[in-house]
């Protein structure tokens, strides 16, 4: 019977070489890693499997709370308290699941029900770590507490977001004044005229879905705005006068013609055509021989709401001219709307344009 050898010949007099260490080091490392590594994917599964059973546990709970047939202050407390006893209600996590479905409820609830999904929220003491949010010291945190009452309709939140508009935290400002906006009841456009952040094309957009939502009023002397120095809010304050339909606002939009950010002249283009400020064809005209091709193109659309004869005898000259062929469909386009007798001209001459002008008498493209 033959013994097994093992093979010892990394140890020298008794003693382990440095490679010897070294390699019980690595594969003790490595196995530790690897051990590590299976228990913490084990135990973030097993965190994500509970949380998603808490997370339809809450849902079937507000389901058969708001839809019972019993709807007494009694009932809804005892409902509560037995619920609070079969979910880790303290941990910030369940919190955020009971507002994200107090959230989805609101939204399809009002007068008495909502009334009741709030002092559910207030029962569960939810609006404590909504407070506790804006007591943070991380602006993500401050804006998810204001998200939750901008989300809940919570007016009474107002005065407490105002303050975060012109927080040292420049992330935080934008979602207070979204905040702010979506909840103030007095004159809430106002505060855009203090605010000291530019605005992205997305923030405008949040903001003008509010307004429209809330169905706002137009703030008064809006013609005034368009003095503001910053480019991003001025431009903002000309997608009101244009939302508004501000005829007062008129001369204030023309005088932005010359605007040294072609930004802000772009949107006073938009405007000029909202507003239908017919005696702007001229000078639209002018000004398009100094203009990029995005405002071109913009100055053309505007002329094709506004413009007359002047109008149609320049876009048939842009056509002679060499332009990108964005700007010369955007032309050929206007034409269609403005020339009567556009179906009987002919480009012969000029494939290309003989290739446009096909294009946009195309009915099946038209009505696609």
């Not at 945190?141 to 975060?164: C, H, T, V």
């Not at 709307?337 to 001209?345: G, P, Q």
Request: aromatic share 14%; charged share 25%; net charge positive.
């Amino acid at each position: 019977m033959k013994l097994m050898l093992i093979d010892f010949s990394f140890v020298e007099n008794g003693i382990l070489s440095i490679y010897g260490v070294l390699f019980i080091l690595f594969f003790g490392l490595l196995t530790a890693s690897i051990f590590l590594t299976l228990q913490f994917q084990i135990k973030r599964n097993y965190i994500k499997r509970k949380r998603e059973k808490i997370k339809f546990e809450i849902y079937d709970f507000f389901s058969e709370l708001v839809f019972s047939d019993d709807q007494s202050e009694y009932h809804y407390d005892n409902q509560i308290q037995n619920f609070k006893q079969k979910i880790p209600v303290d941990a910030y996590w369940c919190k955020d699941l009971l507002l994200y479905n107090i959230i989805n409820l609101a939204k399809n609830f009002k007068g008495e029900q909502y009334n009741r999904l709030l002092a559910i929220t207030f029962k569960f003491g939810l609006m404590d770590y909504i407070h506790s949010l804006l007591s943070s010291g991380f602006w993500y945190m401050k804006s998810k507490g204001i998200y939750f009452l901008k989300e809940l309709n919570y007016y009474q939140s107002a005065e407490s977001i105002f303050p975060f508009i012109f927080s040292k935290q420049a992330n935080l400002r934008f979602p207070a004044l979204l905040g702010y906006i979506s909840l103030a009841k007095k004159n809430p456009l106002d505060v855009i005229k203090e605010y000291s952040n530019s605005l992205s094309p997305l923030e405008m957009i949040s903001l003008m879905d509010v307004i429209k939502k809330r169905k706002l009023k137009k703030p008064d002397n809006l013609k005034n705005w368009l003095s503001l120095k910053e480019d991003t809010l001025l431009i903002f304050a000309l997608k009101l006068v244009s939302y508004y339909n501000d005829l007062d606002s008129a001369p204030e939009v023309m005088n932005l013609i010359d605007n040294p950010n072609q930004r802000v002249r772009n949107e006073v283009f938009k405007s000029i055509g909202k507003l239908l400020l017919f005696e702007a064809e001229e000078v639209l005209i002018k000004s398009f021989y100094h203009e990029n091709d995005q405002n071109q193109i913009e100055i053309i659309r505007t002329l094709k709401e506004i413009g007359g004869q002047d109008t149609i005898e320049f876009l048939y000259y842009i056509l002679t001219l060499k332009r990108s062929s964005e700007v010369k469909m955007a032309a050929m386009n206007a034409l269609k709307a403005l020339d009567k007798n556009f179906s009987k001209i002919n480009f012969l001459e000029d494939k290309k344009l003989d290739l446009m002008k096909k294009h946009v008498e195309d009915r099946y493209l038209e009505n696609s």
